[in-house]
């Protein structure tokens, strides 16, 4: 166990040093550079990954001045393992459970992501009243369709997706400050085969020039309209990786809002491939005894 | 019908109180224009990181899920349905059933590689439910053992030994191969397949392969589809009582075993078992006196499954070959015996063909066909002498779903309807998620049937329902 403390510990700190000296050569970056970066943290947070999650969703209006919820709060949480695997680790494979609320409780989801644009990703769902997993058509990554919502939540699934930067034109438009930090003003462009993809014609975000992580992402539709906007929160190292550990996503045009608090993300961890399969989904004691054995290696 | 109306308002009305809104906040119009900044306070979700704390602090009432429902339905269409030239028969709008019911579950790995899983549901059955009538207008209350299974995974076996299902086939709602677990279909609030299953005591071992899974099972209780509940819409007094098989001495089993192996894109399974028909055959007793007589239909059936997914589109397809299965059966809830049974041995071929199309994110179109026949079907027969099912039969299923108000809102449609266009089940669903706890569902049916159809009595009826669900 100490040794495993030990070399985590390791791993952090060098972590943190690769990552100090980008403050100093920042100025010199693209904006192509800075994006891939941006992605790099993105991608490191679900390598190797075991997370929990909160999802609360809400019709939001305003009080004394503030955003708040009109109403309680819809609140899921759940679980997630994921493991890159292809080349430079671009592709994914990942498992979400719900954990909650009750009556969506073990509903399980087993996804594999390709970064190749020729491949379409593969989704399986269990659902024990249906007693066996099933195949989803889903859809290719090359669907002609709005991207789907997370479990009912305003993120879609395009709001989490890392890649394909090939598709955009990318502008460094300004350097400012979001709360109170030193951002870039990066605005992406999607080419003419991404944008009938996306619901999306125009994406501005605020990266932070420390951290590369996303403050503010604000979405445009194709008639300039800003449609939706992202505001990260709680920036912390997360096991050497800066995370915006609660994430609000606003649509403006239906006036609710989501929020995704990560509770706990934990990377390093070795995770078994034969976890990452449908096994999980239908074997409740292997998923359970698995995951012991992965939260045991956090502790 | 006026009172199920009545009743739905107010529970309706109680649910929707607005408790759950916040007081004194402006609610904007859907699409206001937000020119400037707005002011946005992160601490308003501050509380799920104050709940990680507790997290690891587990209950054992966590194991547990309940769901509770109170559901309304009846038939709305006063009619008449006419059986023979100058008979009919009155259909009369009435409530069918006012329930109350519970469904527990129950899920604890209790120990590494160890998991027992048990569900049970309890229904009360209130004033003008059919069962309430049945029993002579008092309050019934019913209750079931679902699921009760230990199951002990280890390295890449599992174990499973208790009351559980097994499902085969890729073909949603009507495949030729999900024929391993009984049924019910005990009213019409029971629509999909999924609802109707009944667990089976049975042993299952699941071996985990690299490449590929097997998955054996053994019932050595098999157990045969109840027959229809007195006071059930498909309930119709038999000249003769539909009573259990009687086992006496014999010993009775079933098993078989299926190989799965997935593909980029697809996923394939062969299967081969050793079965007995769901669905007892009832024959007239002998000399016409007593009850019905229950026989059993054991057969061989050789299976095969596959699914292929291409971009938006899953196509889904089974085939099943049963061997000497008795040719002579009748499948449907509301079964009576036969006046002279032909004791015909047969092979059976069926196959059912689906695809299910995702039109966008929100909805989906599915479409699955059924079809069986049996081979050399007059071989054996005696002049004059006919088959229940001749040539090809089956029935095809198609439905559709929009996913609205960020999953909250469900809106479905289904179309059931058998191959030879006797009869069409058309049904219209939407299921609203109010919060985390409460949802409410609502149903409207409409059948069409002629007289070949055993579906004739249902014929113009329209059949509305309303269910109101507490989960936590």
Not at chain 1, 257 to 282: C, K, W, Y
Not at chain 2, 237 to 258: H, I, K
Request: hydrophobic content about 40%; glycine content about 6%.
């Amino acid at each position: 166990m100490q040794n495993n403390i030990l070399s985590r510990g390791l791993v952090s700190l060098i972590v943190v040093l690769f990552l100090l000296p980008l403050q100093s050569i920042a100025q010199d970056l693209s904006a192509r550079e800075i994006m891939e970066k941006l992605e790099d943290t993105r991608r490191a947070t679900s390598n190797s990954a075991l997370s929990r999650m909160q999802l609360s969703t809400c019709k939001f209006g305003v009080r004394e001045g503030k955003i708040t919820c009109a109403e309680r709060p819809r609140v899921k949480s759940l679980e997630s393992v994921g493991k890159g695997y292809g080349l430079n680790l671009k592709d994914t494979r990942s498992v979400a459970i719900l954990l909650d609320p009750p009556a969506e409780r073990g509903i399980g989801m087993l996804s594999f992501s390709y970064d190749e644009g020729a491949r379409d990703n593969e989704t399986w769902l269990y659902l024990s009243a249906l007693g066996r997993v099933k195949r989803l058509a889903s859809g290719s990554s090359d669907d002609e369709t709005e991207p789907g919502s997370l479990f009912g939540s305003e993120f879609s699934t395009e709001d989490q997706d890392t890649g394909k930067l090939d598709e955009y034109e990318i502008n460094l438009l300004e350097e400012t400050l979001e709360s109170g930090r030193e951002v870039w003003k990066i605005e992406t462009i999607p080419n003419e085969k991404r944008a009938r993809q996306s619901r999306y014609s125009r994406t501005v975000l605020y990266v932070d020039k420390e951290r590369f992580v996303e403050l503010r992402v604000e979405m445009y539709d194709q008639y300039g309209k800003e449609i939706k906007r992202m505001l990260g929160a709680r920036v912390e190292l997360m096991n050497g990786i800066w995370v915006a550990r609660s994430t609000t996503i606003m649509n403006l045009v239906t006036n609710r809002l989501s929020n995704m608090a990560f509770l706990e993300m934990h990377t390093g961890i070795d995770v078994p491939d034969e976890f990452l399969t449908q096994r999980t989904l239908t074997d409740a004691a292997f998923r359970e005894t698995e995951l012991e054995k992965l939260r045991a290696q956090i502790d | 019908m006026k009172k199920l109306a009545g009743l739905a308002a107010t529970t309706l009305l109680v649910v929707l109180n607005p408790a759950n809104a916040q007081d004194n906040v402006l609610i904007l119009d859907n699409d206001v224009p937000f020119d400037g900044d707005f002011i946005f306070d992160d601490d308003l979700f501050g509380g799920a990181f104050d709940e990680n704390s507790s997290a690891n602090t587990r209950s054992w009432l966590d194991d547990f899920t309940i769901k509770i429902s109170q559901q309304f339905s009846g038939q709305a269409n006063n009619h008449g349905v006419k059986i023979t030239p100058g008979f009919s028969i009155p259909r009369e709008a009435e409530l069918e059933t006012n329930r109350l019911g519970a469904n527990i579950r129950y899920q604890n790995a209790f120990a590494p590689g160890w998991l027992l899983q048990a569900s049970a549901q309890i229904r009360i059955y209130l004033n003008n439910d059919y069962q309430y009538r049945a029993e002579g207008d008092s309050v019934d209350i019913e209750s079931r053992g679902n699921e009760f299974f230990l199951q002990r995974s280890f390295d890449q076996h599992s174990i499973k030994l208790g009351r559980q299902t097994v499902v085969w086939g890729e073909t949603s709602g009507n495949s030729v191969l999900d024929v391993i677990n009984t049924t019910e279909f005990r009213d019409f609030n029971i629509i999909d397949i999924e609802d109707a299953r009944l667990n089976q005591w049975m042993l299952v071992w699941d071996y985990f392969g690299e490449n590929s899974n097997f998955s054996s099972f053994v019932n050595l209780y098999p157990e045969f589809n109840p027959a229809a509940v007195r006071g059930s819409p498909f309930f119709f007094e038999p000249e003769f009582n539909l009573t259990d098989y009687d086992r006496d001495s014999s010993m009775l089993f079933e098993a078989g075993t299926q190989w799965r192996k997935s593909f980029e894109g697809s996923d394939i399974s062969f299967m081969v078992a050793y079965l007995y028909e769901n669905q007892l055959r009832y024959e007239d007793p002998a000399m016409r006196i007593g009850d019905a007589a229950a026989k059993t239909n054991d057969f061989f059936l050789l299976g095969f499954s596959a699914n292929r997914a291409i971009g938006k589109l899953l196509l889904n397809f089974d085939l099943a070959y049963s061997h000497d299965v008795l040719a002579d059966s009748f499948n449907f809830p509301g079964t009576a015996s036969l006046a002279n049974p032909i004791n015909l041995k047969k092979d059976q071929i069926g196959s059912s063909l689906g695809f299910e199309y995702a039109i966008s994110n929100e909805q989906t179109v599915s479409l699955g066909i059924q079809a069986q026949m049996l081979l050399d079907e007059d071989e054996g027969l005696l002049p004059g002498q006919s088959l229940i099912n001749e040539g090809v039969f089956g029935s095809w299923l198609m439905r559709y779903s929009n996913t609205l108000m960020n999953n909250d809102l469900v809106i479905s449609s289904t179309l059931q309807g058998d191959l030879a266009a006797n009869s069409l089940l058309a049904l219209l669903g939407a299921e609203y998620t109010i919060n985390d706890n409460w949802s409410i569902g609502g149903q409207i049916i409409n059948i069409t049937s002629n007289d070949e159809s055993p579906l004739l009595i249902f014929a113009e009826d329209v059949r509305l329902s309303v269910t109101l669900t507490y989960s936590f």
